[in-house]
């Protein structure tokens, strides 16, 4: 049946940041098999999943500048409204578009077209649904690979100065807030730098997701280390912790860049 949409690609500058964000850590993640990323699995090209990131990375450089409350450069704004038309114009225009959403809402799973903001009529019986029937589980935590296997889904849901809000889902009902049976808390942590954390004991414990999400602050101290002219980021995991105070593996990690007052 025909694909619909529900408002795609956003218009405004910061659900465009935060969506961009969103969709790049998403495409970028393990598909199933593990060894491959979600953008084989959905069709694209490797040409196609390095202009998303481009896309991606554009904005990170620009939406820092346009979010200033003391911005007031004109070609900034400018050069935000040409990205957002752009990356529009390479999905879904007639002539030159590669129609990316499209190929996510045919092949992607319910979490994967809900990061996009795409949908169809018929069911998602997307491909990493594939062996969820399979799971099992011990404590509470589910064993398995991938995200229907237990772990939790992280989603950049505000980024603004100062602060990210994450939202924080089971893969199998991505649009609850609750937490699968059994489990007592899904815990968030956090890495601040430039670069990528290099293992999992770096990552700093943020939080527990309340109603499905968790605000992470950043204060002066968490920056102090970094020059003010160098970008920096955010990653972050989650993982379950069961009743019996089990805690299930990591999710895979999301990043963000961190808007600097």
């Known amino acids: 049946m025909a694909t619909k949409t529900m408002g795609r690609i956003p218009n405004k500058a910061s659900a465009f ?30 040409a196609q999943s390095a202009q998303w990131t481009s896309f991606g990375t554009q904005s990170d450089a620009l939406y820092p500048q346009y979010a200033d409350e003391n911005h007031n450069n004109t070609s900034i704004t ?21 129609h990316l ?21 018929s069911p998602l019986a997307g491909v990493s649904h594939q062996g969820a029937a399979t799971a099992r589980s011990v404590g509470g935590i589910a064993l398995g690979t991938g995200a229907s296997a237990g772990k939790p889904v992280l989603v950049i ?52 997701a309340k109603r499905g999400s968790v605000l992470s602050s950043f204060a002066d101290a968490d920056l102090s280390a970094f020059a003010a002219n ?12 069961s009743n019996k105070g089990v805690l299930g593996d990591a999710c895979g990690a999301i990043h963000a860049q961190i808007v600097r007052s």
């Open 157 to 208: 849901k505000k980024y603004d100065v100062g602060e990210h809000r994450i939202s924080v889902t089971n893969p199998e009902t991505p649009t609850s807030y609750a937490l699968p049976d059994g489990i007592k808390f899904a815990k968030v942590y956090r890495y601040i730098g430039t670069t990528a954390p290099t293992g999992i004991n770096q990552y700093m414990f943020v939080g527990n």
């Open 17 to 46: 940041a935060v969506y961009m964000q969103n969709t790049d850590n998403l495409q970028l993640s393990a598909g199933i098999p593990t060894t491959t990323k979600k953008w084989q699995n959905w069709g694209w090209t490797a």
């Open 101 to 121: 959403l499209d190929k996510v809402a045919l092949g992607g799973t319910i979490n994967d077209c809900e990061t996009f903001r795409v949908k169809r009529n």
């Open 230 to 241: 160098v970008s920096v980021y955010a990653w972050y995991i989650a993982r379950y912790e």
């Open 78 to 98: 400018d050069q935000m409204n040409i990205l957002i038309k752009s990356t529009k114009k390479y999905d879904n225009d007639v002539l030159v578009g590669f």
